[in-house]
């Protein structure tokens, strides 16, 4: 059975500082990695979809790089602002998406 | 603007009552889920649809039932049966393609059981 793992559950930063959050899963037979944010009481927003065949994929001040074998995807943010304070998700797919329990960022002013 | 909807946003129902959550999306897409999110356990998948007419049982089915009548339109409904149904029901949908199945999800909707 496919068990994801995000470490830490929580992370508290100063404003400008780069960060990663790290995602790491127990089978390496996936179709692809998605990270999400998701701010309280909303839903989920996509922000990258790594393909299986792909080693990072990048979207402004975010890049998410996947080691299938090794089984870990890590999302470096880059320069973190107060508003990049969310719970931020990562879900490997094949037939159907397995969840980690999310990382929990506040970047302070 | 191509999205997914779930209504209500908030739902309060009384013991012993069924509710159905509305999810509705306009973005073609074959696939659509249901999930449960409760503090500190992560999103949980109740049910998902690859194809009209056609469901499965996620790992947590105990209590939901749904319907796929329209490519559009995958309303979960929460029976009585559900010992513990106080939760947020998030509605996601992707293209069903392997190769780019990109998962966009609807902004939910928060149950309270009375």
């Known amino acids: 059975k496919q068990e994801v793992t995000q470490i830490p559950a929580a992370l508290s930063v100063p404003e400008g500082e780069n960060l990663v959050l790290n995602c790491s899963f127990t089978?390496?037979?996936?179709?692809?990695l998605q990270w999400f944010r998701q701010d309280p009481g909303k839903g989920l927003t996509s922000l990258l979809l790594?393909?299986?065949?792909?080693r990072e994929q990048t979207s402004g001040r975010l890049n998410a790089s996947l080691d299938k074998s090794s089984g870990r995807s890590t999302l470096y943010i880059a320069a973190s602002q107060p508003g990049d304070s969310a719970t931020y998700l990562c879900?490997?797919?094949?037939?159907?998406?397995?969840f980690g329990k999310g990382t929990k960022l506040t970047v302070n002013p | 603007d191509g999205g997914i909807t779930q209504s209500p946003k908030y739902l309060f129902r009384k013991e012993g009552q069924n509710v159905t959550l509305s999810c509705e999306q306009n973005l073609n897409h074959d696939a659509m889920y249901w999930y449960r999110q409760d503090p500190g356990q992560g999103l949980r998948l109740i049910y998902y649809?690859?194809?009209?007419?056609?469901?499965q049982k996620g790992d947590i089915a105990e209590g939901y039932s749904v319907s796929r009548e329209k490519k559009e339109s995958f309303p979960l409904t929460v029976t009585s049966a559900q010992k513990n149904p106080t939760a947020f029901y998030l509605c996601?949908?992707?293209?069903?393609?392997?190769?780019?199945?990109?998962?966009?999800f609807g902004p939910g909707t928060r149950l309270t059981v009375l």
């Open positions: 649809s690859q194809i009209v007419n056609d469901f």
């Open positions: 790594i393909q299986s065949s792909q």
């Open positions: 879900a490997v797919v094949r037939e159907k998406l397995v």
């Open positions: 996601a949908s992707n293209s069903g393609l392997a190769g780019n199945n990109e998962q966009f």
């Open positions: 089978d390496s037979a996936i179709y692809n």
